[in-house]
């Protein structure tokens, strides 16, 4: 079965742990994962910035690693990333900052990603608060 998530919550929210364990889950049955599309407060997920403490998990390095290792789309909303600061070099030329900071693995585009991982998989799940 083909799966995608979306995912709407901030780096902090029990539902990161619970998109990603649910992920490593349906890989490790066989499952395929199309897409994770990281949108509202899901895009922080896309910054290299955050550095959370040691005792806590770094959900950034896991999705990258993740994505990685079953070559998994991730995206973050080009809009919501944008709202929040997360620039890739493009978007970062576009509106004259110095910096971007998108994370490896990740890219930035708009909804129009989500319809598709929709049409092409058999289950969109939503993970949010």
């Known amino acids: 079965m083909i799966f995608s998530l979306a995912i709407y919550s901030s780096l902090s929210a029990q539902s990161q742990d619970s998109a990603y364990q ?13 897409r994770v599309f990281f949108y509202h407060d899901g895009a922080y997920q896309g910054s290299f910035l955050p550095c959370p403490p040691q005792d806590e998990t770094d959900y950034t390095a ?3 690693a993740l994505a990685k ?3 998994i789309d991730l995206v973050i ?13 493009r978007e ?11 994370a490896d693995g990740f890219t930035l585009s708009g ?5 598709e ?3 092409q998989s ?3 799940i939503t993970f949010a608060r």
Do not use: P
């Open 92 to 102: 970062a030329q576009r509106y004259e900052k110095a910096q971007y900071n998108l």
């Open 62 to 64: 896991r999705w990258q």
């Open 111 to 115: 909804l129009g990603q989500l319809v």
């Open 122 to 124: 058999d289950r969109l």
């Open 22 to 34: 649910f992920a490593h889950a349906l890989l490790s049955q066989g499952h395929q994962l199309y």
């Open 69 to 71: 290792m079953h070559n």
């Open 117 to 119: 991982a929709t049409v």
């Open 77 to 89: 909303c080009i809009a919501a990333g944008l709202r929040r600061g997360i620039l890739d070099q």
